[in-house]
């Protein structure tokens, strides 16, 4: 596609469920970030994949979240046992360089806004 | 470690007037820098970067941006706001050669007819 595709939009979730959301970053880009974006804040790097390879998962909250990239295009970000403090927008956004070493620049998606009741 | 401060949550301007907004950043080394805008449920998107070269950087929508080393500062700037330009804006940082972005929390313009 054109751009960076995140499903489902919008996600509620009772507390305890198990979620799962999707980025279909665009086509050919090697590297893909997941970022948390809560209430009134800016977004907060969680996770990121170069191919299949994460590389990074040093910003996930807890062992309750888990992210996979297997054939190096989608990815999937999987939150179980849902909590409050989980309830926020999550980001996907996707870049061609390796390691953003040149050009810098991530394409984000529309995000998925989870609310954990 | 890298962080980003944005000055004012909420800033209002009347259209046409200057648009100003305000980024500091703390860093041992120039950084890469980032101006990005996110309008209503919808993603972020990239307004300017400031990497190497030429300090004062233009971007799209007539926005650009001025690299301070000594003042640390990357303030986003427009000579005359359009009612358009309401938005939220963020300013990221990142180190030279690396992928992990650190977000400021944000600045909410508001343009007033």
């Known amino acids: 596609g054109a751009g960076v595709s995140q499903s489902p939009r919008y996600k509620v979730a009772k507390r305890g469920q198990d979620v799962a959301l999707r980025c279909d970053p665009i086509s050919g880009h090697v590297s893909l970030f997941w970022y948390q974006q809560a209430l009134g804040q800016g977004p907060e790097f969680l996770t990121y994949?170069?191919?299949?390879?994460?590389?990074?998962k040093s910003g996930l909250p807890s062992d309750r979240f888990f992210a996979e990239r297997p054939e190096g295009s989608v990815s999937t970000l999987k939150i179980q046992r849902t909590q409050q403090e989980d309830s926020a927008v999550y980001l996907c956004?996707?870049?061609?360089?390796?390691?953003?070493?040149?050009?810098?620049?991530?394409?984000f998606g529309e995000g998925s806004r989870l609310t954990v009741l | 470690a890298q962080s980003v401060t944005q000055l004012g949550s909420h800033v209002s301007v009347s259209e046409g007037a200057l648009v100003l907004l305000r980024c500091n950043y703390s860093?041992?080394?120039?950084?890469?820098l980032f101006w990005y805008v996110q309008y209503p449920n919808q993603g972020l998107q990239l307004l300017l970067k400031?990497?190497?070269?030429?300090?004062l950087v233009k971007g799209i929508n007539g926005f650009e941006a001025e690299f301070k080393k000594s003042e640390t500062s990357f303030h986003l700037t427009k000579p005359s706001a359009h009612m358009s330009d309401a938005a939220e804006y963020f300013c990221a940082v990142s180190d030279q050669g690396t992928y992990k972005y650190i977000f400021g929390t944000g600045t909410r313009l508001k343009v007033l007819a």
């Open positions: 956004a996707s870049s061609l360089a390796l390691g953003l070493a040149n050009t810098g620049e991530l394409f």
């Open positions: 994949f170069q191919n299949e390879a994460q590389l990074d």
């Open positions: 400031y990497t190497t070269g030429a300090t």
């Open positions: 860093s041992s080394v120039p950084p890469y």
